[in-house]
Structures are given as structure tokens and as C-alpha cells.
């Protein structure tokens, strides 16, 4: 699962998650896909992700394939990318750097004006902080 957002002018453009399922290479294949398709579409001066936890073999694979996809893809788009620390992004979302799931979705809920739940989209609530952080903190679409 992958959450997104889009933000121009400091503003909560759209947001939502994506599902990537089946093997890793039929995952990031899908990502890659996506990805593209997303950049072109939204044309973003800045992709903002978050930095990944290695947490055994399979999430590391994804996590390192992920962000290869994304550095490539961005790369290939001429978009510069920047990434953050989890806790970076918890203090900037409720400025608390241990924030639990719940607290950065109600966290998201206030600053888009949105009614997220925290099991279906935890995702979704850490791309907007994502995106506004990128927006906020180098004042760029995002």
C-alpha cells in the first residue's frame, strides 16, 4: 500500500491510496507504472516520500525497490525528490515525533478539512503530510 497526494499553493488537491499486490517485481512494476502516469498528469515540482524502516526481508525489498523507482522515475521527469524521517514528519503533522496512526490521521483531518479513517487510511493521512510538509517547508507543488 502506497498513499498519495497532490498539494498546489499549500492546498489538498486530491489524495487516496494504491494497492500493489503479487510478487515484488509485479509490485513495483505496478508502482513504476502508476508513478509515471501520476507525474504526468499532476506535474509536480517536488516528490516528497517518506524514508522506509527495514523491517526483515520482504518489506526491505519493496522499501529499497520503491525508492529506486521513485529516484529513477523522478530523475527521468526532471522532479527533484526529497525524503523524510518518520519522526521529521510526525513533529511537523502534531508536533510530536513518536505520534501514533491515529493521532497523524486526525492530524490530516485538520489540515484538509477531510473525515480519514485510521485503519483504511493511515497511508493516505501520511502523503498529505508529506505533501504539505514539501509544500510548506521549500514552497513547492507537491
Known sequence: HTGFAVVADGKLIRSGTQVFTGHVGKRLSGFATWLRDMLISELPD???????????????????????????????????????????????ATGYGKAKKSQMTSAANVAADLNLKTKENNDEADAIHLALYGSTNFGRDV
Open 46 to 92: 517536488l516528490l516528497v516520500y517518506e524514508r522506509p524502516h527495514f523491517r526483515g526481508y520482504a518489506a526491505t525489498l519493496s522499501g529499497v525497490g520503491m525508492i529506486a523507482v521513485i529516484n529513477m522515475i523522478a530523475y527521468e521527469a526532471g522532479i527533484k525528490t526529497i525524503d523524510v524521517h518518520t519522526a521529521t514528519l510526525k513533529k511537523f
